[in-house]
């Protein structure tokens, strides 16, 4: 007779599926790693259980003792499923924009649950990290998991997920993409990979509003924003998330992650979360980059059974403005594939004279300035060149920054086209930006020009 000594017994060994009708025929094949068939439902489960034993066989957590766990959910779900096994109490915080499914399911287990607001700073008392960390402090028998902070968190993907994903392909594979929340994931794998093979590369996805897309490329610290999409990115560094395995970072937003989602479970069968849509979103632009013959490989890293009254609502879609119509536009990177114009940019100390030829001789109507490093610094526009000679303030001989004006209309490739009406209603043209260097441009009539492409195949 074969069974399992108990649920936990269960965790990992889940299949690599390949995705078929979201990846066109031009793009590297994409494998995903089904992370939500764990038995709570999520990646999650690997480093609870890894967590919980070694805290065990270190004497920080004993018989009668208190689980304590900041969490956007999947974690506090796969906690309270292990020490439902192990008889141990949890407590865990949650900040007020996750779904009441993710926290009934807790409660379900016998876990408590204290929700906090999501709108605070990383500093705060009422921030949800710090909330649990003073609960674990007032509670005798008390283990604080610290799955931001923690090693164990690094080391469960590292001899788990990343071992697993080896021997599964053999290594045959060019890419790894996943999800940068507390870093644990794309840590432990990347760790694990890039021993076996520095030449894979590891991606990493994060939302629009994270800090972790702009810390990596820029090493500053920006001011989180709100952002819907749930278990993926954060509002502050994590000790568990090492940059040095990573190789680039894609920033997606919230419509790109829920739409994508959604084209997963009804496009593949595949019922997973929206952080899951997200880091397929990210996997998708890298599999258009590296073209056929060459292998993806990324991770779903929970069940959409968390989400049955958020995106996958058609109503709550609706309202929060990710309703699918127009979606088949694509993404900035789609367009700028069929433009075959130079990219056009002037230097600071270029001339009005130089700039007035350049405008003419192409036939455009502004042009970016940027450094010595491609870096976008500002905008020139003829209407203002025509201003400024008219009331006499510059010369032919003033240098560009004299008539330059601040930078809008800044997106990704990443970006979806839809984004980009508001800047032309401000008659702005889109400027592209990856990784702090201008790639392209994209003007009102390239929208145009692209959409009669699509019209007639």
Known sequence: MEYKSNILECIGSTPLVKLNKVVDSKSATILVKCEFLNPSGSIKDRIAHYIIEQAEKAGKLKPGGIIV????????????????????RCIFTMPD????????????????????PTDVAGDSPDHYVNTAKRIAQELPNAFYVNQYHCKENIDAHYHSTGKELWQQTKGKFDAFVAGTGTGGTISG??????????????IGVDPIGSIHYDYFYTKKLVEPQIYKVEGIGEDILCEALDFSVVDEMIQTNDKEAFVTARRLIREEGLFCGGSSGAIVFGALQVAKRLGPGKTVI????????????????????????????????????????????AL?????????????????NNGISQMPIVDENNKPMAIVHEIDILHKLQAGDIRYESLAHEVAQPLKGIVSPNSSLMNLNKIFDQEQVAIVVDKEKLVGIISKIDMIEYMMRKMNG
């Open 298 to 341: 990324t991770v779903l890293t929970d069940s959409g059974s968390r989400y049955i009254s958020k995106f996958l609502n058609d109503a709550w879609m609706k309202d929060h403005g990710f309703s699918n119509t127009g979606n088949e536009l694509g993404s900035v990177y789609d367009l700028m594939q069929t433009q075959n114009q």
């Open 97 to 116: 924009k996750m779904s009441l499914e993710k926290i009934n399911m807790i409660k379900s287990f016998g876990a408590e649950v204290v929700v906090t």
């Open 69 to 88: 766990e900041n969490t956007s959910g999947n974690t506090g779900l796969a906690l309270a499923m292990v020490a439902a096994v192990k008889g141990y």
């Open 189 to 202: 794998v990347g760790r694990y990979l890039k021993e076996k093979n520095k030449d894979i590369k590891i």
């Open 344 to 360: 056009l940019t002037a230097r600071v100390n270029e001339t009005v004279k130089d700039l007035i030829t350049k405008l003419k």
